[in-house]
């Protein structure tokens, strides 16, 4: 037993291998928040008027709320206050992020990607990517623009979106998600900087996978990005989106808001591979990861799917959602979220019923281990128009040691008596006879360790897209050592 | 050089003597089998051999292949070639037979150097094993040991041995729960793994295994020492008289 430990605890000790930081001059607005720094950042993305006044009243919505303290407190996670008023709310690098080509790009922001595994030159993508990079508070580059232009599929960085397309970000801003939506939504909506936006024309089947990388690098900053698709009728878009963050002690706050439309007959799959920067094994540092995402399935027979993989972040507090508006839609949610060390995550879903025959499937597996605490939390809401409506909600907890906790908070809301609910549920624990049987086979402790927890992931990795399923079972491996002790 | 020398072995769980002087040798090609009553120790000393950690060695030494066995971890012995079926083989959910299989297989190749096997070169082989132990291959993508019957399971137990043709198998209580028929396939299974250069340990309480797998040494172990070594006809002694006998027997000879 203690060999098993020992093994696993000597690879702990592998650093999170994303913590460097480019040394890029960057442009930034004094820290703190106020109307001021609104107008600052809506000026400086050259904005047109219906932005900064959506941008004003959020922020005044916002500050009404943190006057009266309605920070959400109701997630079963601890932090420390938060001071908004010492987050730098816009860093960008100083290069006009507005480019015509590649080229034109700083090379240390393309060597940057290059680390993380990103090349942004196109002849070295997977083939069937196309990749928009976030760096800080503003999108550097995407990919496969005009080729994806050519059957009309808008995919490019918001702050484009709201130049080229303004009547589209217009129509359906704030239309999933609004400002009022909670205390981070409205931060977000008043100070978000950039992000991705996606347009799929009617009857387009995207036939590239859409990828958006964010990478938070300057230091004392947040980074609230803002994500907007819309899949109009008939039409069908796979994206996903990927994370990391410099090694910092200090905690930084990302609050991003992703809000999707499906109109009838339209579908979306929204992958998410979550990796920011955890904190150490003491818990120090890493990042505040608060974010509101949501989906409405407009149209009839619309459907949206989430999948998430969450492995960093010092403290996770995301639920991807669905609206079940249109006859016949279907909402999916499939998520592993894995704390170690001191990581905590409050993660779940919320499947809203509205239409007719609305069907929705909650796959949730919650991994805990060193001192991590992970907490599911979901609600399935039956409306009472949402005549014959499904839920299917499976939710596992996996423990690895004794010093880690798993929570499990399911809502359930009922107000149709056509509606049929299931709901499963298991806690189970890495024993000592599984390492060993796999042990005695020949494979090594850790290898063994990470065989059990993809087998218990299963379900959730089979929604990726191939590419990202071999990734995602990596990050698991290198975010479980250590994981025994 | 024989392949396993056990030279006074004693274990403690849980601060209990279990194994308490286990003297025993087995050379390259020899079938031995380990009878005895319940608890009287023959599951820690395949355990103990298949080198689990829960178990406490307080003295003596086991040379394999003339390394030291002790200071192996259980996935170096595995390596090294020695095997264990086990009595309650347990559930990998989400993982599938075969796959679970060749990363086990690649393990091991990898560890003696040799070049892995992708899915290509594996399957015709694995196909072969299937056949011997008469087994379905749709079992095999379905996960490790989920959903299996008891015979499955053991079945499952003797195709693993295999594939990973190891040096030293250990089959510990591979008869238990199993029906006749069943009996049969597995001790053919085992019996078409027996060559001159692979040692088997057959640990049981009864003798109907030894029917089917006839071996060349039989050991009783009674309260954690070995009281009497023979050939087959030792089992066939041991059906007739009961353990209490055969253990009076041998404090009346040689008093302990």
Known sequence: ?485 | MSLLEIRNLKVKVDNHEILKGIDLEINPGEVHSIMGPNGSGKSTLAQVLARRESYDVTSGEILYNGKDLLAMKPEDAACEGIFMAFQYPVEIPGISNAYFLRSALNAIRKYRGEDELDAMDFLPMFREKLKLLDMDEKLMNRSVNEGFSGGEKKRNEILQMAVLEPKLAILDETDSGLDIDALRIVANGVNAMRSPDRAIIVVTHYQRLLNYIVPDFVHVLVNGRIVRSGGPELALELEEKGYVEIDSETRQVTPA
């Open chain 1, 1 to 485: 037993m203690s060999t098993n430990i020992n093994t696993i605890r000597d690879l702990a000790e592998r650093e999170y291998q994303w913590g460097f930081v480019t040394d890029i001059e960057e442009e930034r607005v004094p820290k703190g928040l106020n109307e001021d720094v609104i107008r600052l950042i809506s000026a400086k993305k050259n904005e047109p008027g219906f932005m900064l006044e959506w941008r004003l009243k959020a922020y005044r919505h916002w500050a009404s709320l943190e006057k009266a303290q309605a920070e959400p407190k109701w997630a079963n996670i601890k932090y420390a206050p938060i001071n908004y008023q010492n987050i730098s709310y816009y860093s960008a690098p100083k290069r006009k992020p507005s480019l015509k080509s590649l080229e034109e790009l700083d090379p240390e922001l393309l060597r940057t990607y290059e680390k993380l595994g990103i090349p942004l030159e196109e002849q070295k993508l997977f083939a069937g990517v196309a990749v928009d990079a976030v760096f800080d508070s503003v999108s550097v580059a995407t990919t496969f623009k005009e080729k994806l232009a050519e059957i009309g599929v808008i995919f490019c960085s918001f702050s484009e979106a709201v130049q080229k397309h303004p009547e589209l970000v217009q129509k359906y801003l704030g239309t999933v998600v609004p400002y009022t939506d909670n205390f981070f939504a409205s931060l977000n909506a008043s100070v978000f900087t950039d992000g991705s936006f996606v347009y799929v024309p009617k009857g387009v089947r995207c036939p590239l996978e859409l990828s958006t990388y964010f990478r938070i690098n300057a230091a004392e900053t947040g980074q609230f990005e803002r994500t907007l698709i819309v899949a109009d009728e008939g039409s069908y878009v796979s994206y996903l989106e990927g994370c990391t963050a410099p090694i910092r002690d200090e905690n930084q706050l990302h609050a991003a808001v992703v809000e999707l439309i499906a109109l009838d007959n339209a579908q979306i799959k929204y992958s998410t591979v979550q990796n920011w920067y955890p904190g150490d094994k003491e818990g120090k540092g890493g990042i505040f990861n608060f974010v509101t995402k949501r989906g409405k399935c407009q149209g009839v027979n619309s459907k949206i799917s989430w999948t998430q993989v969450e492995t960093g972040s010092a403290i996770t507090w995301k639920y991807p959602s669905c609206i079940l508006q249109g006859d016949n839609s279907v909402g999916e949610f499939y998520s592993v979220a894995l704390t170690n060390n001191y990581q905590q995550a409050d993660t779940g879903t919320k499947m809203i019923h509205i239409g007719k025959n609305t069907r929705s499937t909650t796959v949730s597996k919650g991994i805990s281990a060193g001192h991590g605490q992970n907490t599911y939390r979901g609600l399935v809401k039956i409306m009472k128009g949402a005549t014959g409506a499904r839920n299917y909600t499976q939710c596992d907890s996996l423990l690895i040691g004794d010093k880690c906790g798993a929570h499990t908070f399911p809502y359930i809301e009922v107000r149709n008596s056509t509606a049929r609910m299931e709901h499963e549920a298991s806690t189970s624990k890495i024993g000592e006879d599984q390492l060993f049987y796999l042990r005695q086979r020949g494979l090594k402790a850790e290898d063994a360790v990470s065989m059990i927890v993809n087998g218990f992931c299963k379900r959730v990795f089979r929604e990726l897209p191939m590419e990202f399923a071999v990734e995602a079972q990596k990050l698991l491996s290198v975010s479980l050592e250590g994981s025994v002790g």
